[in-house]
C-alpha cells in the first residue's frame, strides 16, 4: 500500500545528460514537492505544486525543472547535470483539507552524475 | 522567516540510556510540529507530531510536547535501543504549504 512511488530508485547519467525522476501518489493530495537531500544534510525544497499551480523556490537552479500532468504524478527534469547535482532527490505530498498536516515522502531516488 | 535549530550532529548514547535532542522554533504563525526519522537510504517519515500547543506526540516510546511559551518540541526517550539508531528530523509547518527543517541529528545507539 506505497503512498508515494518515486521511480527510478537509483539513476546514474552523464555530465550534462538530461535526466527525469519521477513520482506518483496514491493519497490524492493536491500538493506535491520535490526536495534535494544531500549527504548529512536535510532535505531543501527545490518546488511544490498546489493543484497545477507551480511555485518554484528563489534559490533552485534554472537547470531544474517540474511538471505536473495530473494530480498522481510528477516529474523533475534535470536539463544539464552537474557533479554537483549528485544527490538524493525526494518527492512528497501534503493534503490542503490538513493544511498543517503530515507531509508524506516518497523513498527518494539516489541520483549519480558521471 | 520560520526556523528550526536542533542538536547538532551526532548523539551517541549506550542501550537503555535516557535521551533528549532538542528543538527550537521560530515562527510568527501558529505552527504543527513534528519529527520525522530517515533510516539510511530512504525518505523521512513521520515518526510523531503535535499539532497545537500543549500537545504531545508520541510514538515506540518518544514524546514530544508542544511548548509555546518555550518554542520548543524536544524528543525524549527513557531507554533508547539500538534499533532506534536513525537520523531525527525536527520540523514545522505554519499553513504556507513549506515544512521547514532542522538540520538533522543523527542517532546512533551503542550496544
Known amino acids: 500500500d506505497a503512498m508515494v512511488i518515486q521511480n527510478p530508485r537509483y539513476q546514474v547519467t552523464q555530465f550534462g545528460k538530461p535526466v527525469t525522476l519521477s513520482c506518483s501518489q496514491t493519497l490524492n493530495h493536491n500538493v506535491m514537492y520535490w526536495y534535494q537531500q544531500k549527504s548529512s544534510q536535510a532535505p531543501k525544497l527545490l518546488f511544490h505544486y498546489y493543484d497545477k499551480d507551480f511555485n518554484n523556490e528563489a534559490d533552485t537552479p534554472d537547470n531544474f525543472q517540474s511538471r505536473r500532468p495530473n494530480t498522481s504524478f510528477c516529474f523533475l527534469d534535470i536539463r544539464s547535470p552537474g557533479l554537483g547535482d549528485a544527490a538524493m532527490y525526494l518527492c512528497?505530498?501534503?493534503?490542503?483539507?490538513?493544511?498543517?498536516?503530515?507531509?508524506?515522502f516518497g523513498p527518494g531516488t539516489r541520483l549519480t552524475v558521471l | 522567516g520560520d526556523s528550526v535549530v536542533q542538536t547538532e550532529g551526532q548523539v551517541l548514547p549506550s542501550e537503555g540510556d535516557s535521551l533528549i535532542v532538542n528543538c527550537s522554533y521560530e515562527?510568527?504563525?501558529?505552527?504543527?510540529l513534528f519529527w520525522y526519522v530517515q533510516y539510511p537510504g530512504e525518505g523521512p517519515q513521520l515518526h510523531l507530531k503535535a499539532m497545537k500547543a500543549n500537545d504531545k506526540g508520541r510514538n515506540k516510546g518518544f514524546e514530544a510536547m508542544y511548548r509555546k511559551e518555550t518554542t520548543s518540541f524536544h524528543l525524549e526517550k527513557d531507554s533508547v535501543q539500538e534499533s532506534d539508531s536513525a537520523v531525527y528530523f525536527c520540523a514545522l509547518t505554519s499553513g504556507t504549504y513549506k515544512y521547514i527543517f532542522g538540520t538533522g541529528t543523527r542517532l546512533k545507539v551503542l550496544a
Open positions: 515562527t510568527t504563525q501558529y505552527p504543527s
Open positions: 512528497a505530498t501534503s493534503s490542503e483539507a490538513g493544511v498543517l498536516d503530515t507531509q508524506y
